[in-house]
């Protein structure tokens, strides 16, 4: 990862659990619900939050009141994964790694290699969608691993300008031992005149995993990246081996840019890792995050695991909510506190209920 300049204004954000259990766990019969991606009801047809998620068959839709109590979901599409919701002039475009029926199953055992590209689906009303659109298939030697197959995954995409959208997303796999499947071993960019495509690749990934780095040792993993004010905002999720623990791990980073391409860690540690016990015990994973203008918060969901290993590791979904602290320079930092805890209650909208979080 290449390091900004130390002069370089910061912005920190003071983040907290919305609760501490999962919003949304998964159901029989899929152990897992990852991935998540979002819309804030400002920014939908019908004013409601949507929510996409993957289980190990495809893309589940859900939708909500209040970003919090979700309804029964339904499968956008089968044999997809690690959706992005984008949306731009009344289109929402949906991204997501698309890989062969039945593979994610196949993919635990290691005579199947992995191969997966990724596509976009467009809609105008969140509920009728395109067929798929292939956007990016593995064709460079870092979207390649020979062992473990080839893969493209994790899209996000970033509208730079009018006439550029930049699309950042994973690729090659490494193999985790003590989970015994793959994660993205590399971070990579493409860029493009529409959000449809073309896309053209940068020659190089932009974050690979480093033996030195403690967050990121075994697989770069995924990055969410959002425009703030006149920089980039990046959070990305590392994969790394815990020579404490004797596991291996992922954690939330906390990364700003000035030009989304250089970037530098806002704080040394991880914003969001770990516990060693319950739901997130093991691995906190991808998530997604946006800014609320009105709340003046940060939303971001995420997804975590409890245990390492395929066999008896089970993934939910849960909500982190973050206040913009003040801007300083180099390591200065002055922290704004939340005075009291989101109040829950069923009859409020997120948005009021992180009200009385700054009362």
Partial sequence: MKQTSKKAHKTNIFWKLYQ???????????????DP???FPENTIDHKWHLFVHNIFGILHYTSENGIEWGKPKYVV??????????E????????EKYKPFHVLMSWFPFRKWKSEIVVIKSKDLVTWSDPLTLLTPTKDFHINEK????????????????????????????????????????????????????????????????????????AGSIKVIRWRDRFFGFQNGIFWNPIRKESGSAILFLQSEDGLTWDRVNPGPILGPTGKGWKASHVYACDVKFSEEE???????????????????????LFVGKVEETFENSS???SKIKKPIKKSKSKPLQKKLKSKNK
């Fill in 296 to 318: 003046n918060v940060f939303i971001m969901y995420f997804n975590a695991r409890n245990t390492a290993h395929w066999t008896r590791g089970k993934e939910a979904i849960g």
């Fill in 89 to 96: 002039n009344g289109d929402y475009y949906l991204y997501y």
């Fill in 20 to 34: 501490d259990e999962p919003i949304l766990k998964p159901n029989f019969p899929s152990p897992i619900l990852a």
């Fill in 37 to 39: 991606s979002f819309l």
């Fill in 148 to 219: 473990w197959g080839s893969s493209v995954s994790n899209p996000c995409l970033v509208k730079m300008n009018d006439t550029t959208y930049r699309l950042y997303y994973s690729s090659s796999l490494a193999y985790i031992e003590d989970c015994g499947f793959c994660e993205p071993l590399h971070i990579s960019v493409a860029e493009s005149q529409s959000p449809l495509g073309p896309f053209r690749l940068f020659s190089q990934p932009l974050f690979s995993p480093r033996k030195e780095d403690p967050y990121v040792n075994l697989a």
């Fill in 333 to 335: 930092i002055t922290r």
């Fill in 78 to 87: 089968k044999n997809g994964m690690r959706p992005f919701i984008f949306q």
